[in-house]
T-cell receptor, first 113, second 114 residues
Framework: GESVGLHLPTLSVQEGDNSIINCAYS??????FIWYKQESGKGPQFIID?????DKRQGQRVTVLLNKTVKHLSLQIAATQPGDSAVYFC????????????FGKGTHLIIQP | GAGVSQTPSNKVTEKGKYVELRCDPI?????LYWYRQSLGQGPEFLIY????????DSGLPNDRFFAVRPEGSVSTLKIQRTERGDSAVYLC????????????FGQGTRLTVV
């Protein structure tokens, strides 16, 4: 069935380096995507979103890129900090007021000192 | 409170028992969502409320699962005849409107069925 998934389960980067987390999706009807950060024992926390009419969106230290041709989404985190260590999920919704989000499995980002 | 509150934070129950999980959304949020998250997985959508009504319950796995939101605020997820496979973290999220962009999640209830 159609689903959202991630390429790498674990990503380890040095503190201060940039990190890139990837996500592949297969639902061609998806028109809205969100990245969430989840720390241990906590609920997901919204980071950044992007709609399908855009290919790039920037926030504070984070950038989301969307490539609809290959159905690929990425999250770039600049100058990683220890507090960035968490599991990152991409999620999608078909839009049009659709209700539930479909989450991928997640990537565990580890920041090495 | 300032955020979404879920109680209890942990619940251990015996197989076959009935459990209720409570969610207190952010005040004024009309949309409320329940998700289930198994270890090492992303959250899985269960049910969505807009006000008092369940607008979308397509994610509920079977008829042992039921949720209510009688006054459009607090919601209760009810699981009958619990099974070991029901063990997971149950997350609640609320939003001031239907779009997911402003959905805030609670910390979840960790349910363990023994």
């Amino acid at each position: 069935g159609e689903s959202v998934g991630l390429h790498l389960p674990t990503l380890s980067v040095q503190e201060g380096d940039n990190s890139i987390i990837n996500c592949a999706y297969s639902n061609s009807a998806s028109d809205y995507f969100i990245w969430y950060k989840q720390e241990s024992g906590k609920g997901p926390q919204f980071i950044i979103d992007i709609r399908s009419n855009m290919d790039k969106r920037q926030g504070q230290r984070v950038t989301v890129l969307l490539n609809k041709t290959v159905k690929h989404l990425s999250l770039q985190i600049a100058a990683t900090q220890p507090g960035d260590s968490a599991v990152y999920f991409c999620a999608e919704t078909p839009g049009g007021g659709a209700d539930g989000l479909t989450f991928g499995k997640g990537t565990h980002l580890i920041i090495q000192p | 409170g300032a955020g979404v509150s879920q109680t209890p934070s942990n619940k251990v129950t015996e197989k076959g028992k009935y459990v209720e999980l409570r969610c207190d959304p952010i005040s004024g949020h009309t949309a409320l969502y329940w998700y289930r998250q198994s270890l090492g997985q992303g959250p899985e959508f269960l049910i969505y409320f807009q006000g008092t009504g369940a607008a979308d319950d397509s994610g509920l796995p079977n008829d042992r699962f039921f949720a209510v939101r009688p006054e459009g605020s607090v919601s209760t997820l009810k699981i009958q005849r619990t099974e070991r496979g029901d063990s997971a973290v149950y997350l609640c999220a609320s939003s001031p409107r239907r779009e997911n962009t402003e959905a805030f999640f609670g910390q979840g209830t960790r349910l363990t069925v023994v």
